[in-house]
Protein backbone atom coordinates (compact mmCIF):
# COMPACT_ATOMS: atom_id res chain seq x y z
CA UNK A 1 0.00 0.00 0.00
CA UNK A 2 3.14 2.29 0.89
CA UNK A 3 4.23 2.68 -2.55
CA UNK A 4 0.90 1.96 -4.68
CA UNK A 5 -1.07 4.64 -2.38
CA UNK A 6 -3.59 2.39 -1.62
CA UNK A 7 -5.72 1.32 0.78
CA UNK A 8 -6.23 -2.66 0.89
CA UNK A 9 -3.67 -5.12 -1.57
CA UNK A 10 -5.15 -8.32 -1.38
CA UNK A 11 -2.89 -11.54 -2.98
CA UNK A 12 -4.34 -13.74 -6.35
CA UNK A 13 -5.46 -16.12 -3.40
CA UNK A 14 -7.07 -14.09 -1.34
CA UNK A 15 -8.82 -12.10 -4.26
CA UNK A 16 -10.08 -15.71 -5.39
CA UNK A 17 -12.34 -16.12 -2.62
CA UNK A 18 -13.71 -12.49 -2.22
CA UNK A 19 -14.04 -12.07 -6.15
CA UNK A 20 -17.64 -13.11 -5.89
CA UNK A 21 -18.60 -10.11 -3.31
CA UNK A 22 -15.68 -7.43 -3.69
CA UNK A 23 -14.53 -5.77 -6.78
CA UNK A 24 -11.02 -5.64 -7.23
CA UNK A 25 -8.22 -4.27 -10.11
CA UNK A 26 -5.34 -6.59 -10.62
CA UNK A 27 -2.63 -4.10 -9.61
CA UNK A 28 0.61 -6.00 -11.26
CA UNK A 29 2.99 -8.60 -10.74
CA UNK A 30 5.29 -7.33 -8.10
CA UNK A 31 8.67 -9.41 -5.88
CA UNK A 32 8.79 -8.25 -2.71
CA UNK A 33 11.71 -7.80 -0.96
CA UNK A 34 13.36 -11.20 1.09
CA UNK A 35 10.51 -13.23 -1.35
CA UNK A 36 11.68 -14.99 -4.28
CA UNK A 37 8.89 -15.48 -6.21
CA UNK A 38 6.43 -13.26 -7.63
CA UNK A 39 3.09 -11.90 -6.19
CA UNK A 40 -0.12 -10.88 -8.32
CA UNK A 41 -1.67 -8.62 -6.77
CA UNK A 42 -5.12 -7.07 -6.73
CA UNK A 43 -6.52 -3.77 -5.26
CA UNK A 44 -9.64 -4.30 -2.87
CA UNK A 45 -11.98 -1.50 -4.11
CA UNK A 46 -15.91 -2.20 -3.26
CA UNK A 47 -18.63 -4.19 -3.07
CA UNK A 48 -19.56 -5.78 -6.51
CA UNK A 49 -22.87 -4.17 -6.70
CA UNK A 50 -20.92 -0.36 -6.74
CA UNK A 51 -18.90 -1.75 -9.88
CA UNK A 52 -20.22 0.57 -13.12
CA UNK A 53 -19.22 4.08 -11.01
CA UNK A 54 -15.68 2.89 -11.47
CA UNK A 55 -15.67 1.70 -14.55
CA UNK A 56 -13.87 3.91 -17.15
CA UNK A 57 -10.94 4.14 -15.11
CA UNK A 58 -10.79 0.49 -14.10
CA UNK A 59 -10.87 -0.31 -18.02
CA UNK A 60 -8.00 2.12 -18.35
CA UNK A 61 -6.01 0.87 -16.05
CA UNK A 62 -6.29 -2.35 -17.16
CA UNK A 63 -5.69 -1.51 -20.80
CA UNK A 64 -1.88 0.54 -19.76
CA UNK A 65 -1.00 -2.71 -17.36
CA UNK A 66 -1.62 -4.83 -20.21
CA UNK A 67 0.97 -2.70 -21.72
CA UNK A 68 3.06 -2.33 -19.11
CA UNK A 69 3.03 -6.70 -19.10
CA UNK A 70 4.22 -6.54 -22.97
CA UNK A 71 7.25 -4.12 -22.15
CA UNK A 72 5.57 -1.42 -23.94
CA UNK A 73 6.57 0.92 -21.89
CA UNK A 74 5.16 4.45 -24.07
CA UNK A 75 2.07 2.99 -24.36
CA UNK A 76 1.86 2.19 -21.06
CA UNK A 77 3.11 5.64 -19.95
CA UNK A 78 0.26 7.38 -22.15
CA UNK A 79 -2.26 4.95 -21.13
CA UNK A 80 -1.40 5.31 -17.32
CA UNK A 81 -1.70 9.36 -18.27
CA UNK A 82 -5.20 8.71 -19.44
CA UNK A 83 -6.23 6.96 -15.87
CA UNK A 84 -4.96 9.83 -14.07
CA UNK A 85 -7.22 11.95 -16.32
CA UNK A 86 -10.37 10.15 -15.20
CA UNK A 87 -8.76 9.51 -11.90
CA UNK A 88 -6.37 12.03 -10.99
CA UNK A 89 -4.49 10.66 -7.62
CA UNK A 90 -4.73 7.02 -8.83
CA UNK A 91 -1.70 5.21 -6.69
CA UNK A 92 -1.02 2.28 -8.92
CA UNK A 93 -0.75 4.70 -12.27
CA UNK A 94 1.21 7.59 -10.13
CA UNK A 95 3.74 5.01 -9.15
CA UNK A 96 4.50 2.98 -12.93
CA UNK A 97 4.49 6.28 -14.31
CA UNK A 98 7.21 6.97 -11.96
CA UNK A 99 8.29 3.19 -12.42
CA UNK A 100 8.56 3.45 -16.55
CA UNK A 101 10.95 7.20 -15.63
CA UNK A 102 13.11 5.28 -13.59
CA UNK A 103 13.99 2.49 -15.90
CA UNK A 104 14.36 5.17 -18.88
CA UNK A 105 16.85 6.47 -16.68
CA UNK A 106 18.39 2.79 -15.94
CA UNK A 107 17.02 0.76 -18.46
CA UNK A 108 15.63 -3.26 -17.44
CA UNK A 109 18.84 -6.10 -17.81
CA UNK A 110 17.87 -9.14 -19.24
CA UNK A 111 14.67 -10.42 -20.65
CA UNK A 112 11.26 -8.39 -20.00
CA UNK A 113 8.86 -10.03 -17.35
CA UNK A 114 6.60 -7.18 -16.28
CA UNK A 115 7.50 -8.27 -12.84
CA UNK A 116 8.17 -4.74 -10.52
CA UNK A 117 11.06 -5.92 -8.18
CA UNK A 118 10.26 -3.64 -4.82
CA UNK A 119 13.68 -3.39 -3.13
CA UNK A 120 12.50 -1.75 0.28
CA UNK A 121 10.20 -2.71 2.26
Not at 91 to 100: D, T, V
Request: aromatic share 10%; net charge negative; proline share 3%.
Amino acid sequence: NKYLGTDVLITEEVYSGVKDKYLTRFAGRFQLKGFEKEVRVHELLCEVAQAETSRPWREAYAQALEDWEKGDLDAAETKFQRVLEIRPKDGPSQFLIKHIKELRAHPHEGEWTGIVELKEK
